[in-house]
């Protein structure tokens, strides 16, 4: 099982267009310990042949172009990816979809409600629905993704709700504390082969919190990418960089006692992955302490282009 990572920033990509704070400006000036990062989204392949994307950023055209193995291939027009599989809403992950608009068939798995919300916004009917099937995957039921042909594609997927929030643009304020949350908003991915070769991988770009039974579930994993988003939970606030916290926005932050890194020390995990990483974070920066940080707890930062295989 091939896993290719096509971008590893949090919405806004590093450097983001608008922002000035430290890390932007070292990866603006080409600072080679501040690698520039583009929008998260990962491909997955049984095989390396036919190609499934984990959400569609906005820099999917970039990203293709950056990456040999999703060239188009033998006839005029054509291409390795098979299917999409998205994990919530969010303009970063969804909006990567109208790159894949000029007359390439595939399929798009999404939970019904994230389904509601593309068909809600006519822009994405410049998806063919003669070319691009739209096929709803049901929370902890594993399904076989396949192409447009229906043709399987070797590999397994689950999705099962995770602590989140709702897209920022979906947000309904009158709606209470979750405004408007419900449990299809934010998903994780198990995905494996269906072979057996080896026991996959668990995607999981957002997540708020890490439950004892999300933590059980995660023990001893051999591959985790996880939600990065954030150093500290007031991180935007303190940069003046936002308003918001990290779990206002339905992210978890790594450090402090109720962080990723506090949380997944005793879960035996062979290989932690963090990704959907903002620009404020210090992270990034591979001179910073909170790398070293990072980096001594077991962890790996993402980066565009990261190759692995299962």
């Not at 055209?61 to 919530?88: D, F, M």
């Not at 209470?176 to 419900?182: K, L, W």
């Not at 959907?276 to 990072?294: G, M, Q, Y």
Request: glycine share 10%; with cysteine; charged share 15%.
């Amino acid at each position: 099982m091939k896993i290719l990572v096509l971008g590893s920033a949090a919405g806004g990509g590093f450097p983001q267009w608008n922002c000035a704070c430290e890390g932007c400006r070292r990866a603006r000036s080409g600072d080679p310990a501040a690698k520039p990062r583009t929008q998260s989204s990962l491909a997955v392949s049984a095989d390396g042949n036919d190609w499934i994307l984990l959400n569609a950023s906005p820099d999917l055209g970039a990203q293709l172009l950056a990456s040999p193995a999703l060239h188009p291939k033998g006839a005029t027009r054509g291409n390795p990816i098979a299917a999409a599989v998205l994990t919530n809403a969010d303009i970063d992950h969804v909006a990567g979809l109208l790159t894949l608009r000029e007359s390439h068939p595939f399929a798009v798995y999404a939970t019904p409600r994230v389904h509601g919300v593309l068909s809600a916004n006519s822009v994405f009917n410049v998806l063919n629905p003669a070319l691009v099937q739209r096929r709803p995957m049901s929370l902890g039921t594993p399904f076989q993704p396949a192409g447009a042909d229906g043709r399987p594609l070797g590999l397994e997927v689950e999705a099962f709700a995770v602590p989140g929030k709702v897209a920022l643009y979906l947000e309904d304020e009158t709606a209470g504390p979750s405004f408007g949350s419900v449990a299809e908003d934010t998903v994780a991915l198990r995905i494996r082969p269906t072979d057996g070769s080896s026991d996959g991988l668990f995607y999981i770009p957002g997540c708020a919190a890490l439950p004892g039974w999300l933590a059980d579930r995660l023990y001893g994993a051999p591959l985790v990418l996880f939600d990065g988003t954030t150093w500290t939970d007031d991180e935007m606030v303190r940069t003046g960089t936002g308003v918001k916290t990290a779990a206002r926005m339905g992210h978890m932050a790594m450090s402090g006692p109720e962080g990723s890194l506090a949380a997944f020390a005793p879960l035996n995990v062979a290989t932690k992955i963090y990704i959907h990483i903002n620009n404020t974070n210090p992270a990034l920066l591979e001179d910073s302490p909170e790398r070293r940080k990072a980096e001594a707890a077991g962890w790996h930062i993402a980066h565009d282009g990261l190759e692995l295989t299962l």
